[in-house]
């Protein structure tokens, strides 16, 4: 069973299998992304991601349960994100770059974990104005540039950072990139990754609740949530 047929870019459709038997989890192979499933109870779930830069149109999902494969159509809509001013900023280090790389790519591929959330997400800043949203088309000078696919906001400096849902800390420290760094794991591939905190206050492997804070917010808070290796649209609500 899927929660939907049709999504918008940056969206995501949740996957339900049940009414099998044995203990090999299910196959679920498309051009949306990796997918994984998680136990649930009476069977599986997996989540699909329609990142923000997902071709528009039908995708084939073919899963396959105790060795029969059944296939469905997901269709993924355009969705116009609109536009935001930014200003240019220098170029990272190859050794910045290299140094994420190594640490938090890593986590796209990580096993999956039951699923640890319920309801929607909060925001992890209590007070904001967003700089730059999700999957808006930057614009430097008068030039446009790339698509976000995260969102920064402007945030109130020494404010608690807080864990967006129930989850578990899979890496918290300074990066050269994105400063003082914090990545939780909500479940069935979904991670929250929280970007230049002003100070960390959780260790990687300790269990978070929502609401609960992972750090101390700086001027600016640049947050990314994604299935696996795909940017989607927060489920903050």
């Known amino acids: 069973a899927f929660s939907a047929e049709r999504v918008e870019q940056g969206g995501i459709v949740g996957v339900r299998i049940s009414g099998m038997t044995g203990d090999t989890a299910p ?78 790519w890593p986590l796209y591929e990580l096993p999956v974990r039951e699923k640890l959330w319920s309801g929607g997400f909060i925001c992890p800043a209590e ?9 808006q088309v930057k614009v430097t000078n008068g030039q446009q540039g790339s698509r976000s696919n995260s969102t920064k ?9 807080r864990a967006p849902a129930d989850g578990v800390v899979v890496f918290a420290g300074n990066l050269a990139l994105t400063g003082n ?5 909500h479940g069935c591939g979904m991670r929250s990754y929280l970007y230049g905190l002003d100070a960390l206050s959780v260790s990687e492997g300790q269990s978070v ?11 600016d808070l640049t947050m990314d949530f994604k299935l696996g290796s795909k940017s989607v649209k927060s489920m903050v609500s």
């Open 127 to 135: 007070n904001y104005l967003i700089l730059l949203d999700f999957g």
């Open 27 to 104: 196959a679920v192979e498309t051009d949306l992304g990796k997918i994984q499933c998680a136990r649930s109870p009476g069977g599986w779930r997996a989540y699909i991601p329609a990142a923000y830069n997902a071709s528009a149109g039908a995708h084939e999902i073919r899963i396959t349960v105790n060795g029969e494969t059944l296939s469905r159509t997901l269709t993924v809509l355009p969705k116009d994100f609109g536009t935001a001013e930014v200003e240019a900023e220098p170029a990272p280090t190859e050794a910045a770059n290299t140094e994420f790389r190594n640490n938090i």
């Open 181 to 185: 760094t914090v990545v939780i794991d």
């Open 153 to 161: 906001l402007y945030t109130i400096p020494g404010d608690p950072a």
């Open 209 to 219: 609740e929502r609401g609960q804070a992972v750090g101390a917010l700086g001027e």
